[in-house]
């Protein structure tokens, strides 16, 4: 029997490590396989010339390959719109692990996990056809399809994530730390901003992150709503063309092994050095704010 029971252990040891190494190996050889294809393009121009250059005609004759429109747009696309997730996140996860009851939380949650399960070309399509229409009109625009529609199909994109990884972070709060608060003559609200935040603080900044994470890396919504101007942005309004809407509009169109094909390559190593960067700065964040129990306040 122990012998059976141990052999089993050892099985599922391997299994779990066999499944761990796969995948660490498929995402080795996909960056490997990116850098072989996006580095010759800096043969024929420089770094610099390619990270702050403005103009990305690739087709010309001599072609242009400067992506700093790009990534301005990538940028300024995510900024946005997680300045209307993170609020929206973060307030509707304390909503429904300290305020809503029982019923209407076991009702909401699933809710708001479902939207995370939507796919892109239909929330682009939405951002198309409903929201660049109204924008348009509302503010009186040459076209509603711009940074600020993207931003908005973005961060409703990224509210779920946010949401659900923050609500598990503030109902995993030990109680004894909000029962001490509230013994101490601490108000709800008091509790809730002055301990379970901060003993929560690791986990709701890592949904931060992972939110803004998606919103930079993502490419359909952005490809659909954003304009695809590749120009540096000059208002909320103005048409916009992030990385991702870049590889995905060009990749097909691009002479194969040729430079625009290797320059589109390498826009996607700078987009997955900010991804990789936002995931750095997230795992620093939540080991740095790491709350072990309630004997560590």
């Known amino acids: 029997m122990a012998v059976s029971r141990k052999a089993k252990d050892s099985v599922i040891r391997i299994a779990f490590l066999v499944t761990a190494l796969s995948s660490i190996v498929a995402l ?23 990270l702050f250059g403005h103009l990305w005609y690739p ?23 997680s300045a209307l997730a993170i609020p929206l996140g973060v307030m509707t996860a304390i909503y429904l692990a300290e305020i809503a009851g029982p019923r209407t939380r076991g009702f909401f949650k699933p809710v708001v996990e479902l939207l995370a399960a939507l796919p892109s070309v239909v929330i682009g399509f939405f951002g198309m056809v409903v929201v660049a229409p109204f924008l348009q009109e509302a503010f009186d625009l040459a076209t509603g399809l711009n940074l600020f529609n993207a931003a908005i199909m973005l961060a409703f994109m990224s509210v779920p994530t946010i949401c659900s990884v923050s609500e598990d972070a503030i109902y995993s709060v030990p109680a004894e730390l909000k029962e001490a608060s509230l013994a101490l003559g601490a108000t709800h609200w008091e509790t809730i901003a002055r301990v379970i935040l901060p003993a929560s603080l690791s986990g709701i ?5 992972l939110g803004m994470s998606r919103a930079i890396g993502e490419t359909m919504v952005v490809l659909m709503v954003a304009g695809g101007a590749a120009m ?40 997955f050095l900010f991804t990789l960067l936002f995931n750095i700065i997230a795992d620093h964040i939540s080991e740095k704010h790491k709350q072990v129990g309630a004997a560590t306040l």
């Open 28 to 50: 080795g050889l996909i960056m490997i396989y990116l850098f072989i294809e996006g580095l010759p393009i800096f043969e024929h121009v420089s770094v610099i010339d390619f």
């Open 59 to 81: 087709t010309s004759d001599p072609a242009d390959f400067g992506i700093f429109p790009l990534i301005v747009a990538s940028v300024a696309v995510t900024l946005v719109s």
């Open 205 to 209: 900044s890592t949904a931060i992150i």
């Open 232 to 271: 540096i942005p000059t208002s909320l309004f103005s048409p916009v063309r992030p990385m991702p809407s870049s590889i995905a509009a060009e990749m097909a169109e691009a002479p194969f092994r040729g430079d625009h094909y290797y320059a589109l390559f390498a826009i996607g190593i700078v987009l």
